[in-house]
């Protein structure tokens, strides 16, 4: 028997209660073992829930009991998560979480702690919820050097996304339909201002290049300034625009960027819609993979955890060798990034040509008084000189 403890239980801890309770047995043979929850930390109490009588307020409890093999840490934010979890691997208790922020803050450091322990920190649903990524990253795409990591990795936006292009509607009513249905939260600041996908994609960074990638040094665009007049353009060129998480190998280092970005009917995320997340991958050896599914709700990131507590069980006493040092590893300069622009601006088209040679001019009849025009490809750097050439540029959005 296995008794782990749940620290907190939000939506994500009564999700991994709720597999561990409907697949009970065949977790329990891939696991080779059975897995029992011993105490769930809330500062709650939940009278009449069948789990009642395993709630606890005090952490010691779980700390200082032998019994407890696994922690699993749901209550999200870095603290008091990141004080619970060291204490755990450093007491020797292997931990799997589901926090994005404190991954991406603190997993060099709490990685190489259950490294030294010899027990395992795993975080299998802090991306991409229940589509299997870190995995397939630190066990089948070993043989590869990854040169390419592009994610949609955050539902919420792309649920929005998805429905103005659909709908035609503007973002504030999306966003209002979005709360409605429990998926944007009261404050969807992490979600739209891009937050949430530039921790994920610096936990994905940090896993290819093998070092601490830091999220603030990882440029970062939500998707509020996005306009249902965007998306006619995007539907007249036959694109349509997500919030992308990208990061790429170049001569000069690794460049990583969020940011919403219009991509063709060719590109490998053009399809993926609505909640759904999906990571494209291309490695040197293998070529291109994808990886789609469900990227956020209670039962998909509860499969995760639940998946990483059964790979915890199959490697009791013995680390899985996670490569991620605590050496920073410095981005390439944003600025030094290629990219095609799509851009609007008050000017005519003579003043655009004589400012952007080789714009392609886009029209949407019944948007009047402005020039809509795609950009040659061209550093960052060289198109924030040229655009400071024209005086009123109301939106552009990168190109893929
Ligand atoms: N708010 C996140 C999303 C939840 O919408 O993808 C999963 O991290």
Request: with cysteine; charged share 25%; proline share 3%.
């Amino acid at each position: 028997m296995i008794k782990i403890a749940i620290l907190g239980y939000g939506t994500i801890g009564s999700g991994v209660v709720e597999v561990l309770n409907t697949n009970s047995e065949s977790i329990a043979k891939r696991a080779g073992d059975e897995i029992e929850v011993k105490y769930i930390l809330d500062l709650r109490d939940f009278p009449g829930d069948p789990m009642e009588d395993k709630v606890i307020h005090n952490y010691d409890v779980i700390a200082e009991d032998p019994e407890i093999q696994v922690v699993v840490e749901a209550m999200g934010g870095v603290e008091p998560a990141y004080t619970f979890v060291k204490r755990a691997l450093l007491a020797g208790k292997n931990v799997t979480t589901s926090n994005k922020a404190l991954v991406a803050k603190h997993g060099a450091e709490l990685i190489a702690i259950a490294r030294e322990q010899s027990i395992n920190f795993l975080f299998e649903a802090s991306v991409g919820g229940g589509i299997p990524i870190i995995r397939p990253l630190n066990s089948s795409l070993t043989a590869d050097e990854i040169e390419e990591i592009t994610g949609i990795l955050n539902g919420t936006t792309n649920y929005m996304l998805s429905k103005m292009t659909f709908e035609g509607l503007e973002f504030d009513d999306v966003l209002k339909d979005a709360q409605s249905r429990g998926y944007a939260e009261a404050d969807p600041t992490a979600d739209i201002e891009g937050y949430d996908a530039c921790r994920k994609i610096a936990i994905l960074t940090s896993l290819v290049c093998g070092q601490q990638v830091d999220f603030e040094d990882i440029y970062t665009e939500g998707i509020t300034k996005i306009t249902a007049d965007d998306i006619k353009y995007a539907k007249a060129m036959g694109r349509v625009i997500k919030l992308l998480a990208t990061s790429r190998k170049t001569e000069e280092g690794y460049c990583a960027m969020v940011a919403p970005f219009m991509l063709s009917q060719q590109h490998p995320l053009y399809s993926v819609n609505d909640v759904f997340n999906a990571i494209f991958v291309h490695g040197n050896v293998l070529g291109d993979a994808m990886f789609y599914g469900s990227g956020a709700g209670k039962l998909p990131t509860a499969s995760a955890v639940v998946a990483d507590i059964v790979d915890i069980a199959k490697h009791l006493h013995k680390n899985i060798l996670i490569s991620w040092s605590s050496g920073k590893m410095d981005l390439v300069d944003k600025r030094k990034a290629q990219s095609r622009f799509f851009v609007r601006a008050a000017e005519g088209r003579e003043q655009v040509k004589a400012v952007f040679p080789e714009a392609e001019f886009v029209e949407v009849p019944e948007i009047t008084g402005e020039t809509g025009f795609l950009t040659a490809l061209m550093t960052e750097e060289s198109f924030e000189e040229k655009a400071a050439a024209l005086k009123d540029i109301r939106q552009r959005i990168r190109v893929v």
